[in-house]
């Protein structure tokens, strides 16, 4: 789960982070009342999603008129496939620095690592592709957090990384960063979020430290804790939520073990490592894989039925190659499951099945009753598929 940036900062204003003074407005209209509340603002879309900027998703509004044509020129475009439904009128700040602080996990070290970064700000990606070593980090303790003298450690450390930075004094960023880095990671703990990033943390002309903007990605894993998320992003929920694809969510609402790929042929496996041998096969015979699909192990006919369907909901599916290997998965199990949903769904794409292991001869005796033919070996079956959904196994 994505929040969005009104969201996010709603959370860094909780635990003592400071924000600018903002507005969310959904139409014009709110729009330029805040300008009128709030002086100068910037107009921001909200969307669960970066480059805004550069996609004339965020605009400097003087005066409420500009503001008012700011969310006018805002509200319902497209950013990068999400359509914008509210924007952030947010008091403009007068910048004079701009610093990269974010908290994530480091899977190789398997640990969370806090990055620091007084290059880049809103150009991060730039700084750590092309001068990684201007980007400071530190790996604290799980339990114990990021101690005061480790943060004023990595704050040395990044600002000799760029050479200094005299926006503030040495002493007086090293009092800055301490609370600030200590309260966004207890933040990313608290909500078990993947990412909690401040970028830009801004340093104004007046030599205030605050968040010039917020994203926080919750761990989809620990979502079932975060309940109350959920319910506070009230009309945002589907926008903050809409960063993960809706099959993949549909796929996770139905206990299946799904990743969308975009490809042709729709995929069912039981065991990860059979459905990726499964995934290069159809690649090996010039299909395109639509999705990654495992059944596991013990699958019964109603979760295949459930994979099938899922399948079927992905509009560029144009065949299926079910592929089993029967340890603990049952062959006639797996037919059932097949017979029922095709029946059910009235299926009438090409559908490819390859069975072997427990109870396989019942389950392809079934299949053939039912009229449908499996294939003998997965290469077969692979290259069936792509044969029967002709110019789309390609695609």
């Given at each position: 789960m994505k929040l969005l940036e009104h969201q996010a900062k709603e959370h860094l204003r909780r635990?003592?982070?400071e924000c600018p003074t903002g507005r969310v407005a959904r139409s014009p209209q709110e729009a330029e009342k805040a300008a009128q509340e709030m002086g100068p603002v910037v107009v921001k879309a909200q969307v669960p999603i970066g480059g805004r900027g550069k996609a004339g998703g965020v605009k400097l509004a003087q005066t409420p008129a500009q503001a008012h044509a700011a969310a006018a020129a805002i509200l319902g475009i497209e950013i990068h496939g999400y359509s914008v439904p509210s924007v952030l009128c947010e008091e403009a700040l007068e910048i004079a620095k701009e610093i990269y602080l974010g908290v994530t996990v480091d899977r190789d070290r398997r640990s969370m690592v806090v990055i620091l970064s007084f290059a880049g700000g809103m150009e991060i990606e730039e700084v750590a592709e092309h001068s990684p070593e201007k980007i400071a980090k530190l790996w604290p303790d799980p339990f114990a957090g990021p101690q005061p003298f480790q943060i004023r450690e990595l704050t040395l450390r990044a600002l000799e990384a760029v050479g200094g930075d005299e926006t503030l004094p040495k002493a007086r960023y090293l009092a800055e960063l301490v609370p600030v880095v200590q309260r966004l990671f207890q933040l990313s703990q608290e909500l078990d979020a993947s990412l909690c990033e401040i970028n830009p943390l801004v340093v104004t002309k007046s030599g205030q430290v605050i968040a010039g903007?917020?994203?926080?990605?919750?761990?989809?894993?620990?979502?079932?804790?975060?309940?109350?998320l959920v319910r506070e992003l009230g009309p945002d929920a589907s926008a903050a939520t809409s960063g993960e694809d809706s099959l993949e969510v549909e796929a996770r609402r139905r206990g299946l073990t799904y990743v969308h790929l975009g490809g042709s042929v729709?995929?069912?496996?039981?065991?990860?490592?059979?459905?990726?041998?499964?995934?290069?096969?159809?690649?090996?015979?010039?299909?395109?894989?639509?999705?990654f699909l495992d059944i596991g192990g013990g699958a019964k006919a109603e979760v295949v039925k459930q994979a099938l369907e899922m399948l079927l909901l992905d509009p560029a599916v144009k065949g299926v190659f079910v592929n089993i290997f029967g340890g603990i998965t049952r062959g006639d199990e797996v037919a059932r499951g097949l017979i029922s949903a095709r029946d059910e769904l009235g299926l009438h794409l090409p559908l490819v099945v390859r069975m072997t292991g427990t109870r396989e001869e019942e389950g392809r005796q079934l299949l053939e009753e039912a009229g449908i033919t499996p294939a003998v070996s997965a290469a077969e079956a692979a290259r069936k598929i792509v044969e029967l959904i002709g110019a789309g196994g390609g695609g």
């Open positions: 635990v003592g982070i903007d917020a994203k926080i990605e919750i761990d989809q894993n620990a979502e079932f804790r975060h309940h109350d729709g995929i069912i496996g039981n065991g990860a490592g059979l459905v990726m041998n499964t995934l290069d096969l159809v690649k090996q015979h010039g299909g395109t894989a639509a999705n």
